[in-house]
């Protein structure tokens, strides 16, 4: 059973009430001992940001707050996060009286300076590499009267939604973007064709090529963290089974035969083994498989029902998924399976390379569909800048990693 969601990361707050620190230099990392367990709730490490103004203060109020802080106003916390961004964002981040770093940003926007000193206050303090500045992509689209309008396109865009790029301009339904891991490439659905097809494309390049069209449904690829392997969802045999295919080409090789209404693919971090969501025997329950071919391994959902969604933390000990039973909520457990740990209400999250955020999609008001950061361990969260507007629907994020 998961004791709680705290412990796993209090390591963050631990900072906060340390009684005093030894003097650091610009270029050392605060190290800080992380418990091994997640717990249900963890304070946010309560930090003051003052001298900024505009985009800037938004920016790092943003980062800040789905990395574990918040902000407080001046005597209310031990960390202080000064500066200024006049032509160029600088920032010093000091514990009382002592500085831990001090530095000056240069070169691109102030918001991707900002970034980059959101970052440097995260890792000075956990010596864990920041997110501000990884990307993510998704699926947009307008919603225009009577629900008709223009098809969805894949974007990538910055962690909180800004910069978006459409990566396809094809004016037809896709889905299911998945980057390969440690490239500027993905892969997705398009339902260009009759039946849906898995396309690979590169996005420095723009060369495009289909991955797998058999007949019926294509869907569902995730890249394995090697980045040598694709697992997908075929239903050439007529229903939906999991398959794996090299990522170089060649046959794909059916892993599963009796995952009914399999779906939601995804890979531990050292490439052996997907977890996945099927129907067996009336019941959807999360599935693993070994990549090399064997018999399915049911993971407990402890407390909630109907898990579908997977996604593995990139160090290998969560799996976040959606539970679609009263309600839809992202829920974790540990990769081992057990009890689950309801977090918020939402769907299809997509870790973090901290293996502590998650993006997710969350529905705003009635009809749109809106991508949201969480920090996993405060339950505290942001929703990202909707690309297509205000009368869009945001969803099937995937995090770079």
Request: hydrophobic share 35%.
């Amino acid at each position: 059973m998961i004791k709680s969601l705290s412990k796993y990361f209090s390591w963050i707050a631990i900072a906060t009430f340390c009684m005093a620190l030894p003097a650091y230099s610009q270029e050392e990392t605060i190290q800080i001992k992380k418990p091994g367990v997640i717990t249900d709730f963890t304070p946010p490490t309560p930090i003051v940001v003052k001298g900024y103004s505009g985009e800037v203060a938004k920016v790092l109020n943003f980062d800040l707050t789905v990395m574990g802080f918040k902000e407080v106003e001046e005597g209310g916390a031990q960390y202080t996060l000064s500066g200024s961004n006049n032509g160029s964002v600088q920032g010093q981040l000091s514990f009382g009286k002592t500085v831990i770093f001090s530095k000056v940003y240069t070169g691109s926007s102030l918001r991707s300076q900002a970034h980059r000193l959101a970052d440097e206050v995260v890792f000075k303090l956990t010596g864990v590499q920041g997110i501000a500045e990884s990307r993510i992509a998704f699926c947009g689209y307008n919603i225009l009267g009577g629900g008709q309008g223009k098809k969805g396109e894949i974007y990538v865009s910055d962690f909180d939604g800004y910069n978006a790029k459409s990566v396809t301009s094809d004016d037809v339904d896709v889905c299911d973007p998945c980057w390969v891991p440690g490239r500027l490439a993905m892969f997705y659905t398009s339902y260009k064709s009759v039946y849906p097809r898995i396309f690979y494309q590169n996005l420095t390049s723009g060369e495009r090529r289909v991955f797998s069209s058999y007949p019926g449904m294509n869907a569902g690829s995730a890249v394995s963290p090697d980045g040598t392997k694709v697992a997908m969802v075929l239903s050439r045999t007529g229903s939906s089974e999991i398959w794996v295919k090299d990522l170089s080409g060649g046959e794909a090789r059916q892993l599963t035969t009796s995952a009914h209404q399999a779906s939601g693919p995804c890979w531990s971090p050292d490439s052996s083994t997907i977890c996945f969501s099927a129907v067996v025997g009336g019941r959807t329950s999360l599935y693993k498989v070994s990549a090399s071919g064997g018999g399915m391994e049911r993971v407990r959902t402890d407390g909630v029902g109907r898990p579908t969604e997977p996604d593995w933390s990139p160090d290998g000990k969560w799996i976040a998924f959606t539970s679609q039973a009263s309600d839809f909520s992202i829920c974790v457990i540990p990769a081992s399976g057990g009890s689950a740990t309801p977090i918020v209400t939402g769907q299809d999250p997509s870790w973090a390379p901290n293996s502590r955020t998650l993006v997710y999609v969350k529905r705003s008001g009635t009809e749109h569909l809106v991508l949201s950061v969480l920090d996993v361990p405060t339950k505290q969260y942001k929703d990202a800048y909707r690309v297509t507007g205000n009368h869009s629907n945001n969803s099937q994020p995937s995090w770079a990693r």
